[in-house]
């Protein structure tokens, strides 16, 4: 029988301090499949506290001003030091630090820096978990521009990963042809999981942070939210694009490729299940259910009334096109028989609005243009709820029930999300009301 295998990586906040190191040790022992462990840079342990990364990027800048890093080199070799203290490790601290002093004199590169604090934690994972550590430099692949060659990581990485038993490879960067470090964006670190996932063929990618999963509405709107047992790709896609940031969306779109479910799981709390993310719900999972509401605020709505919008002439092109040649993404676009209307971030929006209606205004001469500012857009995200009207319906009831104004609703044929756009102002209420919604459905089908 095949045996599983599953890549785990492990967070900011899960390599935080010498104690998180014995806890990472003891989730990787608990299931032999764990084979390939990939680590960020230690993370914040309390609120005042301040990411290795940052120390990192920190002393980079001041280095490329030519001003003194020393205290802040201190301060990464001190974190470094009293996780090593804690495990009672041996290692070339000081050596490495060094090394890194002198490259911040001589050609201070900044993603070379920032790429430290998870070269040196992988480093010292390897040594305590008695694992071979991988240099991502050597098996993730970027061109000199810094874009990741996808094709030649997968093969440099499977080349470089299947023949080791156990591996630890840090996460965050890798490097081009001629050795030079390039990261990914901040949160990076999540990407490395999913390519090695991939690369493997893993049938499980671990993402193991301080959260217990995926909650289905903002904690800091709503008391104690749920957290999601199962979640399909898609689903978290929008969520995420929607502000729940628990995931890098490149690392999920990697993986929803290959199929690899994501488990999302709490260092601190490792007997929580935690959110399965899969391509399809296991049947009966969530049915008929909204999975979370997320949303954003600072939202504009464009609104442009012209007779027969719909008539075949190209109007929705050219409007389109004004804003295609500008560069100007929008949110969703809805046509109606007389009418098209565009919702567009506000910030995006203000250093062109002027020109834009003028533009608008010269080349499709509307019936009539209308500009409302300041609303937000919620996403209520759930493949099996939207698939009846029913659940939609009674979220929009809901809304109304609460003196919740709906200025625009939207739902595609995916039927993945139904969009609402709100007030500002009654953000928080509606994501709380339909957060209600959510939990008394739960309720009512547990007792059936
Ligand atoms: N250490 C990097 C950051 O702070 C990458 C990561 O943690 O994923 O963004």
């Known amino acids: 029988m095949k045996e599983h295998l599953t890549v785990a990586k492990f967070g900011g906040t899960s390599v935080a301090d010498a ?28 609120p005042g ?48 630090m060094e090394l890194l002093a002198k490259s911040l004199r001589e050609d201070p590169q900044m993603d070379y820096a920032a790429s430290r604090g998870e070269y040196l934690t992988a480093r010292i994972m390897a040594a305590y978990l008695g694992y071979t550590f991988v240099d991502p430099a050597w098996c993730i692949c970027f061109d000199e521009a810094g874009q990741l060659d996808p094709l030649m990581t997968a093969r440099t990485m499977r080349a470089s990963l299947l023949p080791l038993d156990h591996a630890v490879i840090a996460g965050f960067y890798g490097a081009d042809m001629a050795g030079k470090i390039h990261t990914f964006a901040r949160g990076g670190s999540d990407i490395t999981g999913s390519l090695a996932a991939c690369a493997v063929g893993a049938d499980l990618y671990e993402n193991w942070t301080d959260v217990s999963g995926l909650y289905a509405a903002d904690p800091r709107i709503v008391e104690n939210p749920e957290t999601v047992p199962f979640m399909s790709y898609r689903e978290l896609r929008t969520l995420s694009y929607m502000g729940a ?15 690899i479910p994501i488990n999302i799981r709490n260092t601190n709390r490792p007997e929580d299940a935690g959110t399965m993310i899969v391509r399809h719900l296991p049947s009966g999972a969530a049915k008929n259910r909204v999975t ?25 092109a050219l409007m389109l096109d004004i804003f295609r040649e500008r560069a100007l993404p929008f949110e969703y676009c809805l046509t109606g028989i007389d009418s098209i209307t565009l919702v567009i971030r506000q910030d995006l929006l203000d250093p062109c609005r002027e020109d834009l209606l003028q533009e608008i205004r010269d080349k499709l001469h509307p019936d ?19 698939e009846s009207s029913d659940a939609n319906v009674r979220v929009l009831e809901k809304l109304t029930e609460e003196g919740i104004e709906i200025s625009t609703i939207n739902q595609g044929a995916g039927k993945l999300n139904l969009l609402i756009g709100v007030p500002e ?22 007792k059936q």
């Open 19 to 46: 104690g998180q190191f014995r806890k990472i040790r003891e989730i990787v022992a608990g299931d032999p499949g764990r084979r390939f462990i990939v680590v960020s840079a230690p993370g914040k342990r309390d």
């Open 49 to 96: 506290d301040t990411k290795v990364t940052d120390l990192l990027i920190g002393a980079c800048e001041k280095a490329r001003k030519g001003e003194d890093f020393g205290k802040d080199l201190d301060r990464i070799r001190d974190r470094f030091q009293a996780i090593l203290d804690g495990l009672g490790l041996e290692f070339p601290l000081q050596e490495e």
């Open 425 to 446: 102002e009654k953000y928080e209420s509606a994501i709380r009301a339909i957060y209600d919604y959510r939990q008394g459905e739960i309720h009512r089908q547990a």
């Open 368 to 386: 009539f243009i209308g500009l409302r500012d300041h609303l937000s857009l919620i996403a209520v995200t759930g493949e099996r709820a939207t």
């Open 292 to 316: 979370g509401v997320s949303g954003r605020k600072g939202m504009s709505v464009l609104q442009i009334e012209k007779v027969m919008v719909s008539d075949g002439s190209g109007f929705s």
């Open 245 to 259: 940031s628990v995931l890098h969306s490149d690392a999920v779109l990697s993986a929803s490729e290959a199929e």
